[in-house]
């Protein structure tokens, strides 16, 4: 049985469509998770949307309909997105599932076996926009008077009967686990910036709502619903089988397990403060890192529905394609910094790296073949040194370089790799001209094409997790078997296999065609 690889997204708020920061952030994840599939890894990846809480309720009121209506409306527009982006998910969740209800209780009732729950009363500052309480030291005034979170959201002074969790009993643990798991909080900056607020102290932590009721109800208190932020970090759990499927858990959620939380920079206090606190409190299972990623910005600005920039990654799919569109986002922005997309950015990347760089590659040698060989592939026969220095240099790229970064959580640097061996791709197709080989020397001439078409190959499945529909089309093209398209069974041992099976290539439809910048407004 290979080794299990867990991997979460954040669920996203669904009390709107979804906008093209969670797209970044699905997109991400999903080049994570199908890499560690092609490295023989048993992956879960789970995704979904967190239904709960005072702002659901809120703007479900001011469209009149009830929170389950609204929870439902706009699930369906995330799962739409997802499905269209080629998300690779295992589970899509609604927290307002009966399972993750189930879950959400069971977390709770060990936190309280563990004395670790008590019922008080809350004062303080609460911001429903980001359904936070915040410390007095921590309120910022804003335009006349106004009291602000840190993040800029309006903050209220709210009173009402609460359970509390001892958070300030864990800050000695937190500290202790940030320092013997290092790279528990990912990146440097966002590890730095938590570990200040730890050591600052810990107040504890408002963990019950009387105000509302659209939420998952406190077992054995009536009136009172559990902060939606219980609820949304436990659907980690839900996933993976918590309370009931033991089996589960044991390969998903497991001590030591590999596990992995994909998430946005506004939300890491959440996922490296409050959740291993709630975890370690209830006895269970750690995962072992947190990526907080940055924020993905419009021509540099900070989207807003105000403002209008908000782009939708549904129509910036139909525009550019999803390929072009998951390939823009995880090669131009360095994941964990912010980056800013624009259509221009978009058209130029597409058609300098996957049109010109890597699909006119493909293009020249395939057609090449097809023309000049009839179809037949090539046979390998002496091959000189610039080909094995070729092979050498990909094979380096595919198999080493690229699954570190990966590996690291590093997509643009795999994709810089990749592109890089492509670039030697094109040095050596002009080098060696085997469109001057024809006339001089045609068993030289197919050497070199034989090793193009083991060297294109190869980058098409080093690139499968970031346009998985172009990558398998290309692949398909060529005869590549199923089997083959994976990292860690890479190697050229297919090539001859296809070149006895009397397997013939015929000029392929441009994989990548030129994109032209739409007109000026829609983008
Ligand atoms: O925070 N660029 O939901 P959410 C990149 N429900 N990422 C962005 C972004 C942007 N402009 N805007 C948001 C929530 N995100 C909670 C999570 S998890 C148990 C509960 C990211 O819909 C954001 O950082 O506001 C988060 O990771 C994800 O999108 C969902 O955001």
Redesign the pocket.
């Known amino acids: 049985m290979s080794k299990p690889f867990t991997i979460t997204?954040?669920?996203?708020?669904p009390n709107g469509r979804p906008?093209?920061?969670?797209a970044?952030?699905v997109i991400a994840t999903d080049a994570i998770a199908r890499f560690q599939r092609m490295m023989g890894r048993d992956v879960f990846f789970q995704t979904g949307t967190?239904e709960h809480g005072l702002k659901m309720a809120q703007t479900a009121r001011a469209r009149g309909i009830e929170p389950r209506a609204l929870a439902d409306e706009m699930a369906s527009y995330f799962r739409e997105m997802n499905d269209r982006l080629n998300i690779s998910y295992d589970r899509f969740i609604r927290t307002s599932e009966p399972d993750h209800h189930r879950a959400s209780q069971a977390i709770w009732q060990a936190m309280e076996a563990s004395g670790d729950l008590y019922l008080g009363r809350y004062e303080g500052w609460y911001s429903v926009r980001d359904e936070a309480f915040y410390d007095e030291k921590e309120i910022v005034e804003g335009e006349g008077g106004a009291k602000l979170s840190p993040q800029g959201t309006p903050v209220e002074w709210t009173v009402e009967e609460s359970w509390f969790f001892r958070l300030s009993a864990y800050q000695d643990r937190l500290l202790a686990l940030y320092r013997d798991q290092p790279d528990f909080i990912q990146p440097e900056s966002r590890r730095n910036e938590i570990l200040r607020f730890v050591e600052g102290g810990l107040s504890d932590l408002s963990v019950s709502r009387t105000s509302f009721d659209w939420g998952v109800k406190v077992p054995g208190a009536e009136g009172h619903v559990m902060y939606v932020?219980v609820d949304?970090?436990t659907?980690?759990l839900t996933g993976c089988g918590y309370p009931d499927d033991a089996d589960r858990m044991a390969r998903y959620w497991a001590e030591g397990g590999d596990i992995t939380h994909i998430?946005?920079?506004?939300?890491v206090r959440?996922?490296t403060v409050y959740w291993p606190a709630f975890l370690m409190s209830a006895k269970l299972p750690l995962p072992r890192r947190v990526f907080g990623?940055?924020?993905?910005?419009n021509r540099g600005e900070k989207?807003s529905k105000s403002v209008g920039n908000v782009a939708d990654p549904m129509a910036l799919a139909d525009t550019f394609g999803v390929d072009q569109l998951r390939y823009f986002l995880l090669s131009e922005v360095t994941f964990g910094n912010d980056g800013s997309y624009s259509a221009e950015a978009i058209v130029q990347r597409s058609n300098s790296d996957l049109g010109n760089a890597f699909g006119n590659l493909a293009q020249r040698t395939l057609s090449f073949i097809a023309k000049n060989l009839g179809g037949r592939l090539p046979a390998i026969n002496n091959r000189a040194e610039a080909d094995e220095e070729l092979l050498t240099l990909i094979d380096r790229a595919v198999r080493m370089d690229m699954p570190k970064a990966m590996d690291e959580l590093a997509p643009s640097v795999a994709i810089d790799h990749w592109l890089r061996a492509a670039f030697a791709c094109n040095q050596y197709i002009d080098a060696q001209a085997p469109w001057t080989l024809r006339k001089t020397d045609p068993e030289r001439m197919e050497v070199v094409l034989a090793t193009l078409y083991v060297a294109i190959a190869q980058l098409a499945v080093a690139i499968l997790p970031v346009i998985p529909a172009s990558a398998a089309a290309l692949l398909d093209h060529m005869g590549v078997p199923a089997d083959k398209r994976r990292y860690d069974a890479i190697g050229s041992n297919w090539y001859d296999d296809l070149v006895q099976s009397g397997f013939t290539i015929e000029a392929p439809r441009p994989l990548f065609p030129r994109l032209e910048l739409p007109d000026a407004q829609e983008a």
Do not use: P, R, V
Request: proline fraction near 0%; aromatic fraction near 20%; hydrophobic fraction near 45%.
């Open positions: 997204t954040a669920i996203s708020y906008h093209i920061g969670h970044y952030e967190d932020w949304a970090l659907n980690y998430i946005g920079k506004d939300i959440f996922h990623h940055g924020f993905l910005l989207m």
